[in-house]
T-cell receptor, first 112, second 117 residues
Framework: AQTVTQSQPEMSVQEAETVTLSCTYD???????LFWYKQPPSRQMILVIR??????QNATENRFSVNFQKAAKSFSLKISDSQLGDAAMYFC?????????FGKGTKLTVNP | DAGVIQSPRHEVTEMGQEVTLRCKPI?????LFWYRQTMMRGLELLIY????????DSGMPEDRFSAKMPNASFSTLKIQPSEPRDSAVYFC???????????????FGEGSRLTVL
C-alpha cells in the first residue's frame, strides 16, 4: 500500500526563524508527484509547493523550499523567515497516477 | 472561475437522518474527488470520478455512503442513515486533465462540516 508518513504531529517556530517539516512515503513507482498543502483555521486547502520525482532540482516557492531525497523517499518542507500567517496544518501528499494520498499532517505554531 | 463550490458549509443532523452533500467542480476539470477529514484518520479518499464515471470507490466506508456525478458540473455524496461516527469535514476537490499542463494539483472546496448527533 502507498503510504505517507509525517512523523511530527506538532511543531513550533519563532517568528522570522526557519522550520523544517518532515515527510516520508512508501512507493514502488518511479514517476510521481509530491505536494505540500497548507490548511489554515479557515479549513481551506492551499497548495504550497509541488515536486516532480523526475526532477533532481528541489522546488522553491519564495520562502518555501523542499529537500527531496528520492532514494530515501523523503520530502521535507523548509519554511524560512516564518510569519504568523504560516500557522496552519501542513499536509504532505503523494501522487503516483490519478489520486493523492495524504499524510496525517503537522500542526505548525508560529510564536511572535 | 469561482473555484470548487461545496454546500452546505455546515450540517447538523440527528442519527438516522439522510445527509446530502453537494459539489460543483471547476469548469473543465474532469476529475472529481471526495475526501473525509477527521482528527483520528486525517484525510481519507472516499471516491473519485473521471469524466463523471466512478473510478475507485474503495474508500467508501460502507453501504450507507453513496456518491453520484450525473454531469460534469455536479456531484453528490449521500449518507443514509447517518451515524455519529460519520461526523467529519467532507471535502470535494477537482483536477484538470493531465494533458493540460502541470498535473496532479487538486483544487479543494471549503469543505462541509457534518455533525451527527
Amino acid at each position: 500500500a502507498q503510504t505517507v508518513t509525517q512523523s511530527q504531529p506538532e511543531m513550533s517556530v519563532q517568528e522570522a526563524e526557519t522550520v523544517t517539516l518532515s515527510c516520508t512515503y512508501d512507493t514502488s513507482e518511479s514517476d510521481y508527484y509530491l505536494f505540500w498543502y497548507k490548511q489554515p483555521p479557515s479549513r481551506q486547502m492551499i497548495l504550497v509547493i509541488r515536486q516532480e520525482a523526475y526532477k533532481q532540482q528541489n522546488a522553491t516557492e519564495n520562502r518555501f523550499s523542499v529537500n527531496f531525497q528520492k532514494a530515501a523517499k523523503s520530502f521535507s518542507l523548509k519554511i524560512s523567515d516564518s510569519q504568523l500567517g504560516d500557522a496552519a496544518m501542513y499536509f504532505c501528499a503523494y501522487h503516483p497516477t490519478e489520486k493523492l494520498v495524504f499524510g496525517k499532517g503537522t500542526k505548525l505554531t508560529v510564536n511572535p | 472561475d469561482a473555484g470548487v463550490i461545496q454546500s452546505p458549509r455546515h450540517e447538523v443532523t440527528e442519527m438516522g437522518q439522510e445527509v446530502t452533500l453537494r459539489c460543483k467542480p471547476i469548469s473543465g476539470h474532469d476529475y472529481l474527488f471526495w475526501y473525509r477529514q477527521t482528527m483520528m484518520r486525517g484525510l481519507e479518499l472516499l471516491i473519485y470520478f473521471n469524466n463523471n464515471v466512478p473510478i475507485d470507490d474503495s474508500g467508501m466506508p460502507e453501504d450507507r455512503f453513496s456518491a453520484k456525478m450525473p454531469n460534469a458540473s455536479f456531484s453528490t455524496l449521500k449518507i443514509q442513515p447517518s451515524e455519529p461516527r460519520d461526523s467529519a469535514v467532507y471535502f470535494c476537490a477537482s483536477r484538470s486533465p493531465r494533458r493540460e499542463g502541470p498535473t496532479g494539483e487538486l483544487f479543494f472546496g471549503e469543505g462541509s462540516r457534518l455533525t451527527v448527533l
